[in-house]
């Protein structure tokens, strides 16, 4: 069974920064790609980046490009995020996923 644990959510001003982190296995990080999704109040889940398993290749939605960052700990079997110059559009929570599995996610939360 693949488990995922976010942490990191908090309450930030706008052009401020957060990094969250989704813990999991080790055979978990090794086997699958594990992506971050996000999801506002009152709208849909949508994709915020994702990182390989095999190579390291990183992906992005056009809104968080250039503020975004993910990453990989190897040896944390963790993926992290991090995010830089956010705006009140970021507000939601923040989801990690893996094999079609989600965690139960990290609220961030951007102030005007």
């Known amino acids: 069974q693949v488990q995922l644990v976010e942490s990191g959510g908090g309450l930030v001003q706008a052009g401020g920064s957060l990094r969250l982190a989704c813990a999991t296995s080790?055979?978990?990080?090794?086997?699958?790609?594990i992506g971050w999704f996000r999801q506002a109040p009152g709208k849909e889940r949508e994709f915020v980046a994702a990182?390989?398993?095999?190579?390291?290749?990183?992906h992005y939605a056009d809104s968080v490009k250039g503020r975004f960052t993910i990453s990989r700990d190897n040896a944390e079997n963790t993926v992290y995020l991090q995010m830089n110059s956010l705006k009140s559009d970021d507000t939601g929570v923040y989801y990690c996923?893996?094999?079609?599995?989600w965690g139960k996610g990290t609220l961030v939360t951007v102030s005007p």
């Open positions: 080790r055979s978990t990080f090794s086997k699958y790609t």
């Open positions: 990182i390989g398993w095999s190579d390291g290749s990183t």
């Open positions: 996923n893996a094999a079609q599995n």
